[in-house]
């Protein structure tokens, strides 16, 4: 606020103590109450005594922001679609809060604050930010001071050894053939082979759907697939790339009914096996909003169990997501003559592995404790 005429005077709290600053400059005491708006009082003093310094013939200020582009510019084998996909996650996590500050202003402190803060927050859903999507947007801004202490902008790296705080995550869902056939029934036939692939083979929806003819072997002794690709977020668009990682790169079986399902729609060996009803990749938004959510919904999977403790018997809804049917394929070769898929590396043999046990996501609406 004016002071005198000609000189502005912030007030703001730091630790809970009243402190102020003045300026003489209008725009420059308006930057400097924004700042303490967005990353508080502590670090907006930080920020102007950093760049009072610079002014006054010290170091160049280099803040978060301005070393992050740095980092990119000079990251190696990365594509641009993983230094598209880094912006986004920065954007949304760390970079409004930390971005502005000076690299040395930030601290184990400032960093455990910013965690902290996360923690607090929901997603556009209504549900807490995950412990996963913390410990991700950490490990991308851990990298990138990391290399600032490599450079020896910083003396040391101010992310390393800090905790992720953990929050509970629901269970991933194994259907049983019985829930599988009545999901399966409720799914367009156009989109059935789709989903029987994978459910049948375990591959991850960017790998189904950029399988080509030329990748299958429907005429084997064993039916198989090969993965050597699968979709990948590009700057703009969804580009063709290397699987996730090497050991991604892999022969697959193929059950006996996702073979017959697919040898009558067999066609040109560089033609995408799955494709929309219109051409082109199928994406994943679409086929959730339009074709799995109304299919789950009209399966109306669910389960009774009853509570240990008081005996009452409670009905739960399931909703699964499409990505786990990768999950039960497990589940589902429990009870087949044949598994649904055994698939080898191509960089090195895997042992054999007995069936997983089926799980299920059950969650008790009064008591916690279920039995069958």
């Known amino acids: 606020m004016a002071s005198g005429g000609d000189a502005y005077r912030v007030l703001f709290r730091v630790s809970g103590r009243l402190r102020s600053e003045t300026f003489h400059d209008a725009k420059a005491a308006a930057e400097f109450g924004d700042l303490v708006d967005r990353i508080g009082g502590e670090a907006a003093i930080a920020i102007r005594d950093a760049r009072t310094a610079s002014a006054a013939g010290g170091s160049p200020t280099i803040t978060l922001e301005q070393w992050f582009e740095h980092h990119l510019a000079h990251a190696t084998s990365v594509t641009p679609g993983t230094i598209a996909e880094y912006r986004r996650v920065a954007a949304r996590t760390w970079m409004p809060t930390l971005g502005p500050l000076p690299l040395d202003a930030i601290t184990r402190d400032t960093v455990a604050r910013w965690i902290g803060e996360q923690a607090r927050t929901t997603t556009r859903r209504g549900t807490p930010t995950s412990s996963k999507t913390i410990a991700n947007a950490h490990g991308l801004l851990s990298t990138v001071l990391a290399s600032a202490a490599d450079a020896g902008r910083i003396p040391s790296n101010p992310c390393r050894g800090l905790g992720i705080p953990r929050t509970e995550r629901g269970d991933m ?18 989109w059935q082979p789709l989903v029987n692939v994978l459910a049948g083979t375990g591959l991850r929806w960017g790998e189904a ?16 697939l090969r993965v050597h690709r699968a979709w990948k977020k590009g700057e703009a668009y969804n580009v063709l790339g290397a699987p996730k ?3 991604s790169l892999r022969t697959v079986s193929l059950p006996d009914q996702v073979v017959d399902e697919l040898r009558p729609l067999a ?25 799995w959510v109304p299919a789950r919904d009209a399966a109306r999977l669910g389960r009774s169990r009853k509570c240990t403790t008081c005996g009452t018997r409670t009905r739960r809804g399931l909703s699964p997501p499409a990505y ?5 394929s497990a589940a589902l070769a429990t009870s087949r003559s044949r598994p649904p898929s055994t698939s080898t590396a191509t960089s090195r043999p895997t042992r054999s592995r007995s069936p997983r046990k089926p799980r299920h996501s059950l969650s008790a609406r009064r008591c916690p404790r279920f039995s069958s």
């Not at 799955?274 to 199928?282: I, L, N, Q, S």
């Not at 786990?324 to 039960?328: D, L």
Request: glycine share 8%.
């Open 324 to 328: 786990h049917c990768r999950s039960s």
């Open 209 to 224: 759907t950029a399988l080509r003819w030329g990748d299958l072997d429907l005429d084997a002794d064993v039916p198989v």
């Open 173 to 190: 869902v194994f259907l049983t053939q019985a829930e599988y056939a009545v999901l399966i029934s409720k799914v367009p036939a156009y």
């Open 267 to 291: 066609r040109g060996t560089d033609e995408l096996v799955f494709v929309a009803p219109r051409g082109g990749m199928v994406h994943a938004g679409n086929f959730r909003d339009r074709i």
């Open 245 to 247: 990682t090497r050991r």
